[in-house]
């Protein structure tokens, strides 16, 4: 007996429906949850269950069927030999785990000629390393004892019948008769001498079974094959059946597309020049190929861990096979290798796998090439495997690897959302400081349909005037601003709309004096007449401008004309400097002001009251009750009582 309750897998779920059921054992599928160890193509801890029962027989006296499986998978351990996972005993039944696996006799009708040839070279070279290399017989070979993992690789079971080559003899083949495969048995084998040829002559029985429905010429050299296998390895004489190994030498097995597929299986043992020489024509050489047996068997091969790593690969090879053909290809750009549909079922796989490969090499590889795959994975697959990996490398230390880790994230935010990609509480920080005074149907149309076009042909949200043709009186109106009524009433709403009326706009042939065109004199609602003192020889020229409410409109455009352009060279030779505009450094001369003057702000006066001074006795700090009205700096007061913008006009 072997294992027991304890040893079982923990998270391991069974499914109830069996995949197979033979003699000896049932097969089911199962999932390990939470596990990524045992995983082939699907990646969620998907692995294959054999519960077996006692057997009645000669050869199962000391051990079952299942448990001489399950020692046999444990001690002789090869690439191409199912592998051992786990066994345990459960109350009578014993349970073995592997890797998830199907039987050949359910998916062999799908497998493509090209799949079958490199099948049969892994069950060969399975076989070549048992009687080699560990000195033992199958005893057993046939379609029944041949399993398909999730990638499609063809792998080696039923080792129930294993013994070794001391312990082959002609009564164990007897005892072993009944629930061997009929076909693949000798029937002379009891007469024979020579018992160590038992496998050759079931190889070749197989090659039969399995291209049974296609033809000759479906793979290079099969017809010469099939012949030799008749003729060689179902010999009569069972010494005259050649080595396995010598079988591998067929040409069969050594045509371009198994050649290829030999030199990834074997990459570890090539040569620099000879991987770089490989590397530059694989993908030329695989175009005449099936796109789907190359994805499905070579698919995991081209990114493996020691492909991605080769410098020629990750040149001529990777981009092309990490970008799903496109159709249209746009600025000269090559297209991938796989169409879509293949790319999904059989890369994507891949590439969810890899992502939790902790290889800063890889990640960076998957990185550089991110965008050109996103689009393959669903949203559940984006949010629930691919984010949390890119989330743990923005937290590495290699800042190459971060920098390229955000640059993937942002390509997530369009598609899952910046909810699900940055996490946590946002605001809305900025807005949009586009003018509104177009709507958005109009923004997005000028944006696709930009082209350049006069002033005139584009959209404008205000109308366009013509000088020439528009006339004077309704050019006035436009420019008429309404004037805020009088805080003090002293202006009527009626006077009000007369003055706004007044305003002129001056062609450019009136302004040709200015020395600098384009300063330009703009005359307001309030402003008529600017009254000029024209006396060269005071320090300071006055501009005093007053707004008449008695003058009358009939004033010509000529004379005022005039007066404006008397008045700015006048103003411009006795500014000796620019600070002379500031408010506070001008100076004016109240006694020339004449008493027939009209005061506009005569009624503006406030009346302010003198303040009641309270008198307190024996107090010295009259300085701080300064009134707010007193502008006089104190000296007492606190630095930061005086902050402000400061007075900087004449620094």
Known sequence: MMGNENSQLN????????????????????????????????????????????????????????????????KYRHPCIVRYISAWQQRSTLHLATEYVQPLSQVLMTQTPLQICIGLNNILRALVFLHNQAGMSHNNICVSAVYITGDGQWKLGGLQYLCSYSELTAAYLKHARIHRYDKAVDPNEDSYMITTKVDQYSFAVLVEDVYRNHKDDDVPHLKEFKRYCRDYLQHDDPAQRPDLSVVLQHNFFNHEFISIYKFLNFLPLKTEDEKSEVFSNILDNLQCYDEETVAKQLGGLLLSRLTMLDQTAR?????????????????????????????????????????????????????????????????????????????????DTDDNLVAATLTCLSELVPILGGDTV?????????????????????????????????????????????????????????????????????ESIEDAATETTINKVESEDDWSDWDNTNRQLTIVNTVETINVDNDEQKHNEQINVLHSLNEPQ?????????????AALEAKKNILDISELDIKNQKIDYSKKSSDEFDFFADMKPIIEKPTIVPIAQHNMIDDLSSKLNFVPNDNHDEDENEGWGDTWND
């Open 554 to 566: 009939s004033v010509k455009t000529t004379a005022s004309t005039t007066l404006l352009q008397k």
């Open 315 to 395: 040149k001529a090879v990777i981009p092309f096979i990490l970008k799903p053909k496109n159709e249209r290809t746009q600025n000269g750009e090559h297209t991938g290798f796989f169409s879509l549909s293949v790319f999904k079922e059989h890369v994507k796989p891949r590439l969810m796998q890899l992502f939790g490969v902790r290889d800063s090499q890889i990640r960076t590889l998957l990185l550089t090439h991110f965008s050109k795959f996103v689009h393959v994975f669903s949203h559940e697959e984006l949010s629930q495997h691919i984010l949390p990996e890119l989330l743990l490398g923005i937290k």
């Open 11 to 74: 998270g391991l779920e069974i499914e109830e429906k069996a995949v197979e059921i033979t003699d000896f054992w049932s097969q089911y599928q199962a999932t390990i949850k939470d596990s990524c160890r045992y995983f082939s193509l699907k990646s969620d801890g998907s692995v294959s269950v054999f519960k077996g029962e006692a057997a009645l027989g000669p050869l199962w006296a000391v051990s079952t069927p299942l448990e001489k499986f399950s020692n046999n998978l444990l």
């Open 422 to 490: 940055i996490g946590g509480k946002r605001s809305k920080f900025f807005t949009d400081g586009r003018p509104n005074s177009k709507s958005a149907s109009e923004n997005v149309h000028d944006q696709k349909l930009f082209s350049p076009k006069s002033l005139r042909d584009l959209p404008c949200s205000e109308n366009i005037y013509n000088h020439e043709e528009i006339e004077q009186q309704t050019y006035e109106k436009i420019l008429t601003l309404n004037e805020r009524p009088s805080p003090v009433g002293g």
